[in-house]
């Protein structure tokens, strides 16, 4: 009796003793983990949790550097740009988009940071069209224009991600199945958008989609860039390869006229700051918000570049899209507080969402924005980041 409980004391013993080996072995194991995390470097892609929405599907972040300085995050909820860490010309590093540090920031209201924008980017008139003798009416979200995709648009879905890599880039591709119906609008949709960060520091947006019935489509980027990483965007430098933009009426919908630049606070033909003739565009609010029509040819040619005179941070936009937005965060109004405590006052950032004219389904005379079915969209943007 006595022998048999000095074996249970001894068993109990040896057990305790394994119990914390696996504790040890256990805590070693994950500081491993953590430390693997923690040297992650140049030309890696990091995922991780980034939060959980209301209805629990988990949103993932990624984390991508490349081998020249540059560290983009990107979150698969709305495939929304988080963070673009970009060195300046002394080689020290800020954050030039607007945004927010957690899932929640993005999930409250805010209008569109870092997203990616469909199924419709820009505005549909009425949120009605109509496709051979078929009428569509979509969600309205815009008064009674629809905007940018409506309700939930692409901005406000999980898309399934993928990371990839090569030897001179590091990417994530994303994917998202926009069923028929969804927003008003037809056809069961497939959407796939790769970023990909060159170590050239080209970022590039590679957009394609198919349909099983014919739909309107103008998939685009909506992230809000300040290249002094704080502060008003007044003092960048802008040119806009354009001569003409698209004159739109008091809701924003296009007339359909294109109007030279020339002699008007539109002209960014030559180069200058976004806060010269600022007041003079007469808008409501203050500012850019409008449709340049490119002159470009092709994604070879330079269809903006922007420079901010302290940092000497540089940023040039390349796109085979006929038009892009020039809008320069005029709605901002500093009840948004987003990452580094830093208040989103008017004109705290600018985007160039690169894109076909808005209301293009209603308007005869713009290029068209319909993909049928046995047809494949793919259209692609490149912002480019320099400094000196
Ligand atoms: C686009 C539109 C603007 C505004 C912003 C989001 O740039 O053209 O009018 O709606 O998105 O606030």
């Not at 003092?235 to 698209?246: C, E, F, G, L, Q």
């Not at 004109?347 to 993909?371: A, K």
């Amino acid at each position: 009796m006595i022998k048999h409980h000095s074996n249970h004391v001894q068993m109990k013993k040896i057990l305790s003793f394994q119990i914390v080996i696996l504790a040890i072995g256990l805590q070693v194991f994950s500081i491993a983990c953590t430390q693997q995390e923690v040297v992650q470097g140049p030309g890696t892609v990091t995922k991780k949790v980034f939060g959980k929405l209301p209805d629990s599907s988990v949103a993932d972040i990624y984390t991508l550097i490349n081998h020249s300085g540059i560290t983009l995050k990107v979150t698969n909820y709305g495939g929304r740009i988080t963070s673009l860490i970009v060195p300046d010309k002394n080689g020290k590093s800020d954050d030039i988009v607007l945004g927010f540090d957690s899932l929640s920031g993005y999930l409250a209201a805010n209008p569109y940071f870092g997203a990616i924008v469909g199924r419709y980017g820009n505005r549909i008139a009425k949120g009605k069209f109509e496709i051979d003798g078929n009428k569509y009416t979509l969600a309205q979200n815009n008064g009674v224009n629809q905007l940018h995709g409506g309700i939930k648009g692409f901005d406000k879905v999980i898309w399934k991600a993928e990371d990839f890599k090569s030897e001179k880039s590091v990417g994530v591709k994303l994917s998202y199945l926009s069923h028929d119906g969804e927003e008003g609008y037809p056809g069961n949709l497939s959407a796939v958008v790769s970023y990909t960060l060159t170590d050239d520091n080209q970022l590039i947006f590679d957009y394609s989609a198919t349909s099983d019935k014919a739909t309107p489509i103008n998939l685009t980027q909506h992230s809000y860039f300040n290249l002094a990483g704080k502060g008003d965007n007044k003092s960048h430098d802008v040119m806009i390869s354009a001569s003409k933009y698209t004159v739109v009426d008091s809701t924003l919908i296009p007339t359909g006229e294109l109007r030279d630049v020339k002699g008007t606070p539109f002209d960014f033909t030559v180069a200058k700051p976004i806060g010269k003739d600022l007041v003079a565009t007469g808008g409501n609010p203050i500012g850019y918000d409008h449709n340049y029509v490119l002159d470009t040819k092709g994604i070879k040619d330079l269809a903006v570049r922007v420079v901010e005179p302290l940092s000497g941070r540089i940023m040039e936009v390349y796109t085979d899209q006929p038009g892009v937005q020039f809008y320069t965060g005029n709605f901002l109004d500093g009840t948004i507080t987003g990452k580094y405590g830093i208040v989103y006052n008017q004109h705290s950032g600018f985007c160039f969402e690169t894109q076909h004219f808005p209301d293009s389904p209603n308007q005869p005379t713009f290029p068209s924005t319909i993909l049928k079915p046995g047809e494949t969209y793919h259209t692609t943007t490149i912002y480019k980041f320099s400094a000196k």
